[in-house]
């Protein structure tokens, strides 16, 4: 197979197709198939049944149930796929981290047991994300499209799209530890928590040595991390996401349990797999820092940061769900801030006095226009989009360049890779096409 990153480039030697990356996202939706699977003796993990996944580690009197899923209906699913491998009572019930997808289900696998429930300190005083959310009709998880346009949400098959993520099923932890880790036994089973921050500062990985087996919650899935997410959130510290890797790869677990995605197993593939999502994301690091000590710009930094050839082709940082470019600005901006060091961007334009003016040197909104249609013509879709920006700043009911900007879009998201920006590009699209004064005058209004 020949990766392709979410920039469209092909890996070295590839033949380049504008499709590829679509259609290896489409290929990777088979990572979610629904299957119950045994991870060893006396664990077992249930992918595809919703947006994240459970872990049902039998114990001597009871279950043990690692994450409960994303709500009340995923988590009596799961519990009837579970079938007998599922013994009452439960007795503990552990939280790897706050993500509604991972903790939404708890009430269902409690049922009458009143188990211990597990989790940091820091997941019993978190609050929800501050998030951009829906703006401009963008969405990451594509919960609004039609099928024939989704695929999936990166790290799984289905972002709420038929059940909703909700908090009716969560269960706050009576069970919290604040420091490194903590060793506790339950039902025969002893396991460590260790505190491993990286896409949450909560998240904890569950280690069970008499087991080989790992838990690391959302510090490993099989894309490149999303240390800087599209939807509006703050850089994750990509240090103690390095760090938190680094606590996990001498345990030389054989079995490596995602929160998302298919387990890994075998002592050699956990070690590689970690090993090479560390080194992911230093590199990353590392490169964007000797670059700022440069003097280099982000425009100029997101051109010039990238994976080594190997780690390129590694199935374990495919861009399906974060990002080098962005990981590269947010690094930027977490470390030297928002200004890029050009002093024209201290004081810019308002962006609509800015328009005007472009529009005045092209001759006006109609003939920018034609050039926006020139620019899709020529499979220049980035380009027109951000010609139609200025259109759209001046005429904010243009339904004419909303259509040419839903086009646009549309064609960006369908080149993509990545399932993030392929959603945000495509409902951006949807909500264009569907905006009233477009329908409007469509309609001969």
């Not at 045994?38 to 993990?45: H, P, Q």
Request: proline share 5%; glycine share 10%.
């Amino acid at each position: 197979m020949a990766f392709i990153s979410s920039s469209g480039v092909s890996a070295p030697g590839a033949a380049y197709d504008e499709f590829a990356g679509r259609e290896q996202l489409r290929a990777n939706s088979s990572e979610f198939r629904k299957d119950v699977i045994e991870v060893t003796d006396g664990v077992f993990v249930p992918v595809g049944y919703s947006a994240s996944n459970v872990t049902l580690i039998q114990g001597e009197n009871g279950s043990i149930i690692v994450d409960t899923s994303a709500n009340l209906v995923d988590a009596e699913a799961i519990v009837k796929a579970f079938g007998d491998r599922m013994a009452r009572p439960v007795c503990a019930i552990v939280y790897t981290h706050n993500h509604p997808d991972h903790s939404g289900g708890a009430r269902v696998f409690a049922g009458n047991d009143a188990p211990e429930i597990y989790g940091h300190q820091i997941l019993a005083d978190s609050t929800p994300e501050f998030g951009r959310g829906l703006r401009d009709g963008g969405d990451t998880f594509g919960t609004t499209l039609p099928d024939e346009l989704y695929i999936n949400a990166g790290t799984q098959l289905e972002y709420g799209r038929t059940t909703p993520h909700t908090r009716e099923g969560f269960l706050s932890p009576n069970r919290t530890f604040s420091g490194e880790e903590a060793t506790i036994e339950v039902s025969g089973v002893r396991m460590q928590l260790i505190h491993t921050p990286g896409e949450s500062p909560e998240n904890i990985s569950v280690w069970i040595p008499s087991k080989g087996v790992l838990l690391p919650g959302d510090d490993f899935y099989k894309s490149y991390p999303n240390l800087s997410p599209l939807r509006g959130l703050r850089l994750r510290p990509p240090e103690k996401w390095i760090a938190s890797i680094e606590k996990m790869i001498p345990l030389n677990a054989k079995y490596l349990v995602q929160g998302h995605m298919r387990p890994i197993l075998g002592e050699d593939n956990v070690r590689q797999a970690l090993a090479v999502y560390r080194e992911g994301i230093k590199t990353v690091l590392d490169q964007t820092l000797a670059g700022i000590k440069q003097g280099k710009r982000p425009d100029e930094l997101v051109q010039e940061v990238r994976l080594s050839s190997e780690l390129a082709q590694s199935p374990y940082l495919q861009e399906y769900y974060g990002g080098v470019a962005w990981t590269v600005r947010g690094i930027y901006a977490d470390y030297v801030g928002w200004f890029d060091g050009n002093a024209t961007n201290i004081f810019p334009l308002p962006p609509v006095d800015r328009a005007r003016r472009m529009l005045d040197l092209v001759g006006g909104a109609e003939e920018m226009l034609v050039r926006v249609n020139e620019a899709i013509e020529a499979c220049e879709f980035q380009w027109a989009a951000e010609l139609i920006d200025h259109v759209l700043a001046v005429e904010i009911d243009n339904a004419g360049a909303k259509r040419l900007k839903a086009k646009a879009l549309t064609e960006l998201g369908e080149r993509q890779m990545n399932a993030t920006a392929r959603n945000y590009y495509l409902t951006c699209a949807q909500f264009l096409l569907n905006d009233q004064s477009t329908q409007a005058t469509d309609n001969g209004s």
